[in-house]
């Protein structure tokens, strides 16, 4: 079993800049990758960036050159950086694990960004 908490959300002005935080507990051996979605309202929920164990991100065309996804494995942590916010970036973005082998994903609560002057 994984758990994961994230945290970073908030209300920013366009242009301004926000890090996201995702804290992963429990069978974290059995984590493969991880990743950030976000879902905006009336809008399907969309994968943001990931990251693999070995370290291989990407990122969504939608955010090349404006988010960067991390991670620091001492403390189990995948963090989203997020520069040059717009408005269409406001969603709840949600931390995602996906294990190895046979097994379903993992998800975090969200947490909700806002882009708004």
């Known amino acids: 079993q994984v758990q994961l908490v994230e945290s970073g959300g908030g209300l920013v002005q366009p242009g301004g800049s926000l890090r996201l935080s995702c804290v992963a507990s429990g069978s974290v051996y059995s984590i493969n990758a991880m990743g950030w979605y976000r879902q905006a309202p009336g809008k399907q929920r969309e994968l943001v960036a990931a990251?693999?164990?070995?370290?291989?991100?990407n990122h969504a065309d939608s955010v090349k050159g404006r988010f960067t996804i991390s991670r620091d494995n001492a403390k189990n942590t995948v963090y989203l950086q997020m520069n040059s916010l717009k408005p269409e970036d406001t969603a709840v973005y949600y931390c995602?694990?996906?294990?190895?082998?046979?097994?379903?994903?993992?998800w975090g609560q969200g947490t909700q960004v806002t882009v708004s002057s």
């Open positions: 990251i693999t164990s070995g370290g291989t991100t």
């Open positions: 995602n694990a996906r294990p190895m082998g046979k097994g379903h994903d993992y």
